[in-house]
């Protein structure tokens, strides 16, 4: 009577384990299933209540990041997606799920993909400014006008290790980025901790913003608030000793990326009566 999540796997994906135990430490079932499994029919999406895109470098990332798996997605489990969305399910991207999420137009809304839609890609994922990938923690602020169900009672900064080449989160226009604002659909931004508020209308420098990201934008999520996507990987911050700063007694026992997928295992309790 668990929340059962799948965790999608193909070539080249490699934080599948980490997001497979956090969603275990939270609460849930959780079960790899490679995206081959789902194409033949031999699974379905529909046997589950949560989807998990882990980050890696899917099929290498030799098209452009998360390109080749959105493509594969789109091609053979649209239908299945928009029935799994439909009935509630939920969906998180991280990294490199995250870009296959944004290029595969399930964010910034999965309607983009309904069959009498013709709009092109609302956003991408772009290569970092610095022109390099990017291994570093990164202090990102909590939106609170959301209705981002992954978020609920986060506290106002968290932190979060980022490792990527192209994460920089561009919006097709500065209307879909005054849509995205006026959603609420910015669920995180990179900020400077010693003034976090600023990170709403000035540019956060390098590295605090370690890609270039428009609107310091980290992490976004669909209309609903049940699908999120986002650079940084909660998932490797499942216990205090994974902070960088744990031995200098500096992280307080705190441990961020936790919560954040317990609050989707609780959504499910919730939503099906799991709950006693």
């Not at 799948?6 to 384990?17: F, P, R, Y």
């Not at 990294?95 to 964010?107: P, T």
């Not at 202090?139 to 968290?158: A, D, Q």
């Not at 097709?172 to 005054?178: M, N, R, T």
Request: charged fraction near 25%; aromatic fraction near 8%; glycine fraction near 10%.
């Amino acid at each position: 009577m668990k929340p059962k999540t799948l965790i999608l796997k193909t070539a080249g994906i490699n934080c599948d384990e980490e997001l497979a135990h956090g969603f275990t430490l939270a609460g849930a079932d959780t079960e790899y299933i490679h995206i081959n499994e789902l194409v033949r029919g031999e699974r379905t999406i529909d046997e589950f209540d949560i989807i998990g895109f882990p980050g890696g470098f899917s099929y290498g990332d030799d098209l452009s990041a998360g390109r080749v798996l959105a493509t594969e997605f789109n091609a053979h489990l649209v239908r299945d997606l928009l029935e799994f969305y439909d009935r509630g399910g939920l969906i998180i991207g991280i990294c490199n799920g995250f870009q296959v999420l944004v290029k595969a137009r399930i964010l910034p809304d999965p309607n983009d993909l309904r069959a009498d839609s013709d709009s092109g890609p609302r956003a991408t994922l772009f290569w970092n400014d610095s022109g390099k990938f990017e291994d570093r923690w990164t202090t990102l602020r909590v939106e609170t006008n959301t209705k981002c169900v992954w978020t609920k009672g986060l506290p106002k900064l968290v932190e979060f290790p980022i490792a990527h080449a192209e994460g920089k989160f561009i919006p097709a226009s500065d209307e879909v980025l005054q849509n995205l604002t006026d959603n609420g659909q910015i669920v995180f931004r990179y900020c400077d901790p010693s003034n976090p508020d600023a990170c709403e209308t000035q540019d956060v420098p390098y590295p605090l913003k370690p890609n270039g990201s428009v609107a310091n934008i980290a992490g976004i999520t669909d209309p609903s608030g049940r699908v999120l996507g986002l650079m940084p990987h909660p998932e490797r911050f499942l216990y205090p000793e994974n902070h960088p700063r744990w031995t200098r007694d500096e992280s307080d026992g705190k441990v961020d990326g936790l919560p954040l997928l317990a609050n989707a295992v609780e959504y499910v309790k919730e939503a099906q009566g799991l709950k006693v």
